[in-house]
T-cell receptor, first 109, second 110 residues
């Protein structure tokens, strides 16, 4: 069954507001990846985090890997309409590669 | 742009038909995956492979089969299509890090 959960499932924000999605695993992950899927498209890799407590930034996006390597977050500062889509985390544990349940972001202009 | 291709892009088929969705990659990646996804929703793992002659079942595998005779090719077969199979099917390949996805096959079973 599903081992990687994300919250919230859906998020509507006004353009310019911040957005955060949280990813939680039932087991310790070797690494965590984040993907973005635009409406009608396919998931595209954004970033990978490997170290406990690691924080990485890509312009307005901040990614964090928890100290216990069982959770992660993606924070977008000052959302824009181009941020619309579904954000997935993905973790590698043992021999299995799991995608999270996804958070669908809608940005209202 | 990733070198992973899925055909057909769109398919409408009648109930009970047998269909094969094609996935090919030119990256030489060992690991390949098939996912079923409704728009904007979870990616449900159907089957995966860690290399030639290796196939494993995911969560939604009971009504489909896969084969991995060559590294670059990972076809998915639905033995008897049903309306509940209407969805998008995504193929992915990865080696050590990121997964590269194909454009998907949007299947409608009538």
């Amino acid at each position: 069954g599903q081992q990687v959960m994300q919250i919230p499932q859906y998020q509507h924000v006004q353009e310019g507001e911040d957005f955060t999605t949280y990813c939680n695993s039932s087991t310790t992950l070797s690494n965590i990846q984040w993907y973005k899927q635009r409406p009608g498209g396919h998931p595209v890799f954004l970033i990978q985090l490997v170290k406990s407590g690691e924080v990485k930034k890509q312009k307005r996006l901040t990614f964090q890997f928890g100290e216990a390597k069982k959770n992660s977050s993606l924070h977008i500062t000052a959302t824009q309409t181009t941020d619309v889509g579904t954000y997935f985390c993905a973790g590698y544990t043992g021999n299995q590669f799991y995608f999270g349940t996804g958070t669908s972001l809608t940005v209202i202009p | 742009e990733a070198d992973i291709y899925q055909t057909p892009r769109y398919l409408v088929i009648g109930t009970g038909k047998k269909i094969t969705l094609e996935c090919s990659q030119t990256m030489g990646h060992d690991k390949m995956y098939w996912y079923q996804q409704d728009p904007g929703m979870e990616l449900h793992l159907i089957h995966y492979s860690y290399g030639v002659n290796s196939t494993e079942k995911g969560d939604l595998s009971s009504e489909s089969t896969v084969s991995r005779i060559r590294t670059e090719h990972f076809p998915l077969t639905l033995e008897s299509a049903r309306p509940s199979h209407t969805s998008q099917y995504l193929c992915a390949a990865r080696q050590h890090t990121e997964a590269f996805f194909g454009q998907g096959t949007r299947l409608t079973v009538v």
